[in-house]
């Protein structure tokens, strides 16, 4: 057999062996729900909501963290604050985010959009990107995306919100 005939049965062989892959054929016993449930579900866990915020104390400082998402992809939007005497004399804000392959979570930014050591609020835009993706043997293939834009107030009497 020759070289040529070599390379064209070990393409068709490699074809026919992706190919098999993608006819729904599953060697798994487990039931896989379709891929735009899939998608629906990550969505849906992300437009979960939920605050965690430190105790007010003496020292009037406070961090907040609000978080998007559940088990399989999840961001926070985290802001540190300090108060006095009615004001915000300061804020430092970032964000974190996980997921669970082959879901994406992007952070795109958390910036301060309005504030200074003399008001008494400071107010921030946190920006997230969501992607459900699905596993080819090329890699991951993004199938359903989202941006979402939060809007977070941190406030001189030591309280917050979600806006």
Request: net charge positive; with cysteine.
């Amino acid at each position: 057999m020759n070289k040529k005939m070599k390379k064209i049965m070990c393409t068709a062989l490699l074809g026919s062996l992706l190919s098999f892959n993608f006819c729904g054929i599953n060697a798994s016993a487990h039931e896989q729900l379709p891929l735009d449930d899939k998608a629906k579900e990550v969505f849906s866990q992300f437009d979960e909501k939920e605050i965690i915020s430190s105790p007010k104390d003496a020292r009037a400082a406070r961090r907040v963290e609000f978080k998007r998402g559940g088990a399989l992809a999840w961001s926070k939007n985290i802001i540190d604050w300090a108060y006095s005497g009615g004001k915000v004399t300061k804020s430092t804000a970032m964000q974190e985010a996980k997921f669970i392959f082959p879901n994406v979570v992007k952070k795109n930014g958390i910036k301060k959009i309005a504030g200074s050591s003399t008001v008494k609020k400071h107010k921030y835009r946190g920006k997230t990107s969501l992607g459900a993706g699905v596993v080819t043997p090329w890699g991951d293939v993004q199938v359903s995306y989202k941006d979402y834009t939060d809007y977070f107030s941190v406030n001189g009497n030591g309280t917050y919100s979600w806006d």
